[in-house]
C-alpha cells in the first residue's frame, strides 16, 4: 500500500491531466564495487582496476530527476561534503568535480523519442545524441515491494546484469534509465551504479532545459573516445 501523502499527492497530480505533470525525485547512488566491469574502461590491469574499485566502497552521490510535460533531466547533484578516494599513494577529492557536474545532464524528450548527453571529456565539451532504445527485461510481477510508499515490480535485464524495481503506479516508463518497462524506475541495481530512490516531490523548482549547441551522434562520440583511450594507452 502507499503511503497516504504520497497517493494523495499523485492522484492530485493525475486529476489534473497527464499534461501538467510534474515530478521531482532524487536518488541516492553507490559505486557497485562487486562488480568485474566498474573501471573497466580504464584500462588498469585486473589487480589495479579491483584496487581502484574498492577504494569507492565507501563514496555515497545523489542524483536527481525532473519531469515536466514530457522532458526530463537527470543529473548527479554536487558533493555536499568532500568525500575523497585514495588510490595507489594519491587522494582524489571527488567534490573538486562539483563545478562540471553542475553543468553535465542527461535530457529526454519522450514525444520525440530523444537523448540528448551534456558531457564533459578530454577537456572539452559535447552533446550527445542518440534515441531512446528500451532493451527487453523479464517482470516477476509475483516479486513486489514498497519503496517511498508505492508498490513497485522487480524486473531483470535479458544479460542478468541489471535488475530494477518500478512502479506502474507513477506512469513514466524509461525514467530515469530506459528499460522499456511501464513505470518510473525508484530502484537500479547495475554493473557500474546502484541507485535508490531517496524522496518523491509533485512539483519542480527549475525549467526543463534542452542542450544547445554542436551536436555529435552517440556512435560517433563512442568512436571518438575510444581512439582518444587507444592513442593514450599507446603512450
Not at 568532500?82 to 535530457?107: H, P
Amino acid at each position: 500500500m502507499m503511503k497516504n501523502k504520497y497517493l494523495l499527492a499523485f492522484m492530485l497530480l493525475l486529476s489534473a491531466g497527464v499534461s501538467a505533470q510534474e515530478l521531482t525525485i532524487t536518488y541516492t547512488g553507490t559505486y557497485n564495487t562487486q562488480s568485474p566491469t566498474l573501471f573497466a574502461e580504464s584500462g588498469l590491469n585486473e589487480e589495479m582496476r579491483s584496487s581502484l574499485a574498492s577504494a569507492y566502497k565507501d563514496v555515497v552521490f545523489s542524483s536527481q530527476l525532473v519531469y515536466k510535460d514530457g522532458e526530463s533531466e537527470f543529473r548527479m547533484l554536487p558533493f555536499g561534503e568532500d568525500q575523497k578516494v585514495v588510490f595507489m599513494g594519491q587522494t582524489l577529492n571527488l567534490s573538486s568535480n562539483n563545478e562540471s557536474l553542475k553543468q553535465n545532464y542527461q535530457y529526454k524528450n519522450h514525444g520525440e523519442g530523444l537523448v540528448l548527453e551534456k558531457t564533459s571529456v578530454f577537456g572539452k565539451n559535447f552533446i550527445i545524441s542518440d534515441t531512446i532504445q528500451s532493451r527487453p527485461y523479464t517482470i516477476y510481477k509475483n516479486e513486489v515491494k514498497e519503496i517511498l510508499g508505492f508498490e513497485c515490480i522487480k524486473a531483470v535485464s535479458e544479460d542478468g546484469k541489471t535488475t530494477v524495481w518500478f512502479t506502474s503506479h507513477i506512469p513514466i516508463p524509461n525514467e530515469p534509465y530506459v528499460c522499456g518497462l511501464d513505470g518510473l524506475i525508484l530502484e537500479y541495481y547495475g554493473d557500474q551504479i546502484i541507485s535508490i530512490a531517496s524522496d518523491i516531490q509533485n512539483e519542480v523548482d527549475h525549467a526543463v532545459v534542452r542542450p544547445e549547441g554542436k551536436i555529435m551522434s552517440k556512435k560517433d562520440f563512442d568512436e571518438m573516445v575510444k581512439k582518444r583511450v587507444d592513442m593514450l594507452k599507446r603512450h
